[in-house]
């Protein structure tokens, strides 16, 4: 009886759990989706060069900012927030998300943008310093 | 055995049931707090980024 009980427990500690850890994920690839994804990827090399200059750094909300250059460096820049925003958006949709988690996405998108830059790459911290 | 899958039974149900009280003519609001796992939001995040930059060859 009491094997049982501790069994019992056990299970419903892991149900608990398996509710409590939601799998967030882009459930459906969706054709906005897709292009927001795949120009992201078309542009990530000219991105890159652009951060090792130093003209772009990631900011601590989830978007690339332009921090020197011109017309093209800010079109490239628009270019890629507006993709980035489609994929947020798209995850608080199909994860059945409040709206307001949006900025929640955002803020763990730029914490995963510091995590993966490069050495020398700017990026803004949770205070708002560039470094 | 059969009282032991009672009480499990109706502490499942106990979790799900919302009880109000008060005027039944007068709306009520409940605010939802929806809580956010933030590590597995990171792990969503790091697994499109790595898509992204060709690190991860699918989505």
Redesign the interface.
Known sequence: MKKMLALSVMMMCAASIAFAQAAYDLKEMTPVVKSALEDRKTRFGDLKSLKAEGKVGENNRGYVQALEGGADVKALVAAENKDRKVVYEAIVDQNGLDASALATVETVFARVQRDKADHGEKVQDEAGNWN | ?RS?FLV?AL?CCAGCTVKAVGDPNRPITINAH?T??????????????D????TATS?
């Open positions: 055995m032991l499990m502490f929806i956010i796992d933030i590590k597995g939001l990171e792990k969503a995040a790091s697994g499109i980024e898509f992204v930059s060709g989505k």
